[in-house]
């Protein structure tokens, strides 16, 4: 087990009716916020009722800042920095999935920021402060509403980059099942590969295995992803396995994950963020695809402990290999692609998506290079 | 799955060599601490000699406030109280385990106050403030070093009670695994013992069994206490047991695991306290008598499921009956006392205790009468 150094001051207020207790929260950091969202399903789920009262009803100003999409892209991003500023924003207040949190995110340092805010997602300045944040959760998948990081398109560019650092931790995190009911079928299967897939990039990559206590931590939250999104394909409106299927996923990319694992790396993400970099498929979809052509590239170059540590902790599988068809067959049964030919990506494009991702794994501090990339997404094909 | 509201702002710096990171943190917080420690054990495991030196290098002055008790008494908390004044302390460093972070929380918080400290934990008074706390663990069992309570015992009315508010949060605990190492083997088996009825305590009480997420945390941190405390016994020096331990018994009490059971109780542990105060035992050997013969009369009265759920989740086993006799087993194994006879505790005396028990149920809010208490220590017998 390796040294860590673990603090998370995200307040969580979780449950039925929760998103009005943003409105105190909100008041007591200051008095005009911008509110940040994307395509108007949270004009349909009573989110934006909710929260838009609880604002006046506590003195909160509001100006808004909308249509932000699946994939943030930057130019969006740019565009809310601006409105937070012309409007004298002192918070950003996010409504919706993990792509408006990450979008907020970045708005909220930008706004605080002298230069353009890609300095933070190329590498070139770091987030020194940003404006203080709340969310209100509407998509279990990414974590981002109770954790420091953001991950930003730069739609010119290609790129997909991440960002983070203390100040992005949101002050407070409104989640309410109630508000995940709604949606549609699809994004229900994507947020559970997405948050798999934070559950288990650490675990698969830590250079120290011995660690019984994160192990089976990392364990327990797939085993209740798994067996929440289940309940949730079969009664969509089933609110116990709606609640803990929230709580799972934020439990997933809290920091919590990794502890004692040392680092590690989050080697699927890289890869899958260049496949909808280019693509603008949805995140959960790309990463079905991956993770099991990576899981078996893993098991060739000495992944078969783990992996088979991984089975018998999840699925009660035995071996490296039936772990492996355990997770796809669990991606396919809630209706993700696990072939790059079902969402119709081409081989011929497989070197420029693996070097555009080599670039990415470089730039994370990983050790991967474009052949190797190249070989798992043939293997993905 | 009920509503909840969790956060935690404790950063845990954690693994070999972190308790000089104590020194600058604690330089940020002021210029003089009161360090508060038991017995002496942290001058031979090397804490005092860390701790000290990094205090020195960071310019922070300290008052020394030693000779906290196993079982914390307010006599020596007061004494910490006017220490801390008197030496014009802005800060408190509690060097040890459970006992001296309690014992320092409530000097932190005393020292704040015009009253008197007592009124904090016979419900008088509430924490409002506190002196900033950090923290350097040596015994893996309590949970205090993340968590914002603290356990007293008045001597003179044999009241072991508990108060706690946010400002009595750690700022930063350091936990050195290589710190426990030199443990006594009963301290180990005792830390244990606690660090699973935290756990339990919570997941057999709530009013809303089904929460997939938090019951698959509890199993996993049982789990874990569990198989790192074998390794523990039969190598006292295996680090990655002692670091999974560690960690595990911070989880066990940290918040997260009572995430969504609405509230619950700590009814074993009320009824422990009352054994303690009056007889002066390990907090663990006094839970691990209680426990057994409080979940057989949890069997009777409706419990069986829940016994069930987590005998399948943590033993293997699949009745509630064996669960029952899985969990005594454990503790049995690493040598604590599983009946009141072991420790010479008389049957005449279980009126007496369990009158005394039945006090701190009802000042914890929760629903239990005398005679059952009595009950459930004659079956202890």
Redesign the interface.
């Known amino acids: 087990?390796?040294?860590?150094?673990?603090?998370?001051?995200?307040?969580?207020?979780?449950?039925?009716?929760?998103i009005p207790e943003l409105g105190p929260a909100a008041a007591k950091a200051g008095r005009k916020a911008l509110l940040v969202y994307g395509g108007g399903s949270i004009k349909k789920n009573g989110v934006y009722e909710a929260l838009t009262r609880a604002l006046r009803e506590n003195g909160v100003a509001f100006a808004e800042h909308s249509g932000v999409k699946p994939n943030p892209v930057l130019s969006h991003v740019r565009a809310g920095v601006a409105k937070a500023r012309a409007e004298g924003c002192d918070m950003i207040i996010a409504a919706g999935g993990g792509s408006v949190i990450d979008e907020s995110k970045a708005i909220a340092a930008g706004a605080k920021y002298g230069g353009d805010v890609w300095d933070f997602f190329c590498g070139k300045a770091e987030v020194e402060s940003a404006l203080p944040l709340f969310t209100a959760l509407t998509i279990p998948a990414t974590g981002s509403e109770m954790n420091s990081g953001c991950v930003v398109t730069n739609e010119e560019t290609r790129q997909k980059y991440s960002a983070g650092g203390p100040a992005l931790f949101p002050r407070v995190s409104a989640l309410d099942?109630e508000a995940t009911m709604t949606l549609p079928r699809e994004q229900s299967a994507y947020g559970a590969v997405d948050a798999i897939a934070h559950i288990i990039e650490n675990y698969f990559t830590t250079s120290d295995a011995?660690?019984?206590?994160?192990d089976?931590?990392v364990?327990?939250?797939a085993?209740?992803v798994i067996?929440?999104t289940r309940r949730i394909m079969k009664d969509p409106k089933d609110?116990?396995?709606r609640?803990?299927?929230m709580?799972?996923a934020t439990?997933a990319l809290n920091g919590?994950a990794n502890?004692?694992y040392g680092g590690g790396g989050f080697i699927n993400h890289a890869i899958e963020h260049s496949l909808s970099a280019f693509y603008d498929i949805p995140h959960g979809a790309g990463l079905a695809i991956v993770i099991p052509a990576w899981a078996g590239k893993y098991l060739e170059r000495g992944g078969r402990a783990r992996l088979e540590n991984f089975g018998r902790g999840v699925f009660g599988e035995a071996t490296a290999e039936g772990t492996i068809k355990a997770m796809e067959a669990f991606f396919r049964e809630v209706g993700a692609p696990v072939r790059l030919g079902e969402l119709k990506i081409p081989a011929a494009d497989i070197p420029k998506v693996a070097a555009n991702a080599a670039a990415t794994v470089k730039l994370w501090g990983m050790e991967m290079q474009q052949p190797e990339i190249e070989e798992i997404l043939r293997a993905a094909l």
């Open positions: 087990m390796q040294n860590f150094d673990f603090s998370n001051p995200v307040r969580i207020v979780f449950g039925r009716g929760v099942p011995d660690n019984a206590v994160t089976e931590l364990h327990a939250v085993r209740s067996a929440s609110y116990n396995a609640a803990s299927m709580w799972s439990l919590l502890c004692g």
